[in-house]
């Protein structure tokens, strides 16, 4: 069994879809943000950042497995798992740079920007200028990826597709709102992931 901390948020949603996609055995506990449950003392044990997502694994092994942190964990479901990220070579690699950048940009750089406008009269127009030029600037890196590769990752459905896709949702529209720009390679592919029967129901899974 899979225990999932988490909360309603882009980085909580994308390890519900891929437990789903894994169709393993999972419980969801919220972690209330509003309440700032993520300070509790319980979820530092498994998260040191005291930041939601977290996992506990009650599974195959002797002791109990935690992991924090959702590149981690998605990497970790899939190697447990054995699928949505290849075992080696170059397919491999391909997979796990295009998680890190999410990880590293994308999910940061949406999450900025959308605390840009939401905060405009206090930041001011350089602030939220430079915050949806990075946004804008990353949905193209995507977009080109999506141009030349039917995945994130590659030829094939993997962690990278599940990692990506909820900051898609959070993002696109109000980016292009904001920008008066599209991404049309960005919005097929985002299309076809909601087709997938575990990418709904994850996304469900999270609704509170």
């Not at 209330?32 to 092994?61: C, F, H, M, V, Y």
């Not at 904001?178 to 049309?184: D, H, L, N, P, Q």
């Not at 985002?190 to 129901?201: E, N, Q, W, Y």
Request: hydrophobic content about 40%; some cysteine.
């Amino acid at each position: 069994m899979i225990e999932l901390h988490a909360w309603n948020t882009p980085n909580g949603q994308k390890i519900a879809i891929m437990l789903e996609e894994t169709e393993l055995d999972y419980e969801i506990h919220l972690v209330n943000l509003n309440n700032k449950d993520q300070l509790q003392p319980e979820l530092l044990r498994i998260s040191p950042n005291n930041k939601i997502p977290a996992i506990i694994d009650t599974g195959d092994a002797e002791e109990p497995v935690t992991v924090f942190e959702s590149g981690a964990i998605l990497q970790y479901l899939a190697e447990r798992s054995g699928r949505f990220l290849p075992g080696s070579g170059p397919d491999r690699s391909n997979v796990l740079q295009w998680l890190y950048w999410q990880v590293g940009g994308f999910g940061p750089k949406l999450g900025e920007f959308r605390n840009a406008l939401a905060h405009a009269d206090e930041m001011g127009p350089y602030s939220v200028k430079r915050f949806t030029d990075e946004a804008s600037r990353l949905f193209s890196v995507l977009d080109r990826r999506l141009e030349e590769s039917a995945h994130v990752g590659g030829a094939s459905f993997s962690i990278a597709d599940i990692a990506v896709y909820p900051f898609c949702i959070y993002a696109h529209a109000l980016l292009t709102e904001a920008t008066g720009k599209s991404w049309g390679h960005v919005a097929r592919w985002t299309d076809r992931m909601a087709l997938r029967p575990a990418v709904g129901r994850g996304m469900a899974a999270m609704a509170v």
